[in-house]
């Protein structure tokens, strides 16, 4: 059984940083493609980021456009936990982020390429 578990959400003005963390267990992250979602209130949950590695070495990325350049995904293999380093907050980044994991080939952005998820941690950004 999957099971992911977030932390590192909380409170941080605008341009603060955050780093959330996800602990895996039941699958390896560096067999998997590992991504971040994140839902605001009143809104749809969306891609944020995710990773895929290649081997013991080498990975790919992806990121939501508007994150590109402030936010980096990473893992720990050895752990196995990814990492979602957050720069440059702005307050639309406020919301519930969630990690997930996911099967088939490449890196995804739909909710549907992932089934496992975990409970979420939460994101708030002042202005």
């Known amino acids: 059984q999957v099971q992911l578990v977030e932390s590192g959400g909380g409170l941080v003005q605008a341009g603060g940083s955050l780093r959330l963390s996800c602990a895996a267990s039941?699958?390896?992250?560096?067999?998997?493609?590992m991504g971040w979602f994140r839902q605001a209130p009143g809104k749809e949950r969306e891609f944020v980021a995710a990773?895929?590695?290649?081997?013991?070495?080498?990975?790919?990325?992806d990121y939501l456009e508007p994150v590109k350049g402030r936010f980096t995904i990473s893992g720990d293999n050895a752990k196995n936990t990814v990492t979602l380093q957050m720069n440059s907050l702005k307050p639309e980044d406020t919301a519930l982020y969630y990690c997930?994991?996911?099967?088939?080939?490449?890196?995804?952005?739909?909710?549907?390429?992932?089934?496992?998820w975990g409970q979420g941690t939460q994101v708030t950004v002042s202005s």
């Open positions: 997930a994991t996911g099967r088939g080939p490449g890196l995804r952005r739909r909710n549907d390429d992932y089934d496992s």
């Open positions: 990773i895929r590695w290649l081997n013991r070495s080498a990975y790919v990325v």
């Open positions: 039941g699958r390896t992250v560096s067999t998997y493609i």
